[in-house]
T-cell receptor
Framework: AQSVSQHNHHVILSEAASLELGCNYS??????LFWYVQYPGQHLQLLLK??????LVKGIKGFEAEFIKSKFSFNLRKPSVQWSDTAEYFC????????????FGRGTSLIVHP | KAGVTQTPRYLIKTRGQQVTLSCSPI?????VSWYQQTPGQGLQFLFE???????NKGNFPGRFSGRQFSNSRSEMNVSTLELGDSALYLC??????????????FGPGTRLTVL
């Protein structure tokens, strides 16, 4: 069964610091990759997604993620975080063929101090 | 457009009872998925419905069931509740045929507490 690992469970940063959240998956075939964000008191929402093409994907609010196939990774980055980026971040993987069932990582809690 | 709505927002039940949760997708969305979110397991896929048919199912016991109505609204039911069923239950809808490339829009969730 495929799995998704988010290595950083809790991250605390100061404003303007750079962010990188790790995401690795175990599925061996072609995959579709997602990052979702859940701000305090808000719904889970899509941050960015990768299906094919340019492995560097840009999302909302200045976030980007790079798909490195050889490392089975899809790390999320932001060069300068803001207090408003405080949230829970989830990486997710869908195999494009066969079963639809998406697999989510356990999430990373990010706290940004002003 | 209104977003995905879920009712009720909070529920408290006791072990052995059953519960029904409701989800209204965004207007025009025909695919509805359900997830269970817990601190220990994160988000786990329960099932997905399209045009009143369950297309996909996650690895949950038969106590968890669902259905979708002709207006795309969906319900999920959990029978014989256990303490471990305490979780946030999320519903998500997608446009079109709900292909995996489609963006999922999540509701606020129903917080179920089993005592």
């Amino acid at each position: 069964a495929q799995s998704v690992s988010q290595h950083n469970h809790h991250v605390i940063l100061s404003e303007a610091a750079s962010l990188e959240l790790g995401c690795n998956y175990s599925y061996g075939g072609t995959v579709n990759l997602f990052w979702y964000v859940q701000y305090p008191g808000q719904h889970l929402q899509l941050l960015l997604k990768y299906f094919s093409g340019d492995p560097l994907v840009k999302g909302i609010k200045g976030f980007e993620a790079e798909f490195i196939k050889s490392k089975f990774s899809f790390n999320l980055r932001k060069p300068s975080v803001q207090w408003s980026d405080t949230a829970e971040y989830f990486c997710a993987v869908n195999p494009p063929e066969g079963s639809y069932i998406p697999t989510f990582g356990r999430g990373t809690s990010l706290i940004v101090h002003p | 457009k209104a977003g995905v709505t879920q009712t009720p927002r909070y529920l408290i039940k006791t072990r052995g009872q059953q519960v029904t949760l409701s989800c209204s997708p965004i207007s025009g969305h025909r695919s509805v998925s359900w997830y269970q979110q817990t601190p220990g397991q994160g988000l786990q896929f329960l099932f997905e419905y399209f045009s009143e048919t369950q297309r996909n199912k996650g690895n949950f016991p038969g106590r968890f069931s669902g259905r979708q109505f002709s207006n795309s609204r969906s319900e999920m039911n959990v029978s014989t509740l256990e303490l471990g069923d305490s979780a946030l239950y999320l519903c998500a809808s997608t446009q079109g045929r709900g292909d995996i490339t489609d963006t999922q829009y999540f509701g606020p969730g129903t917080r179920l507490t089993v005592l």
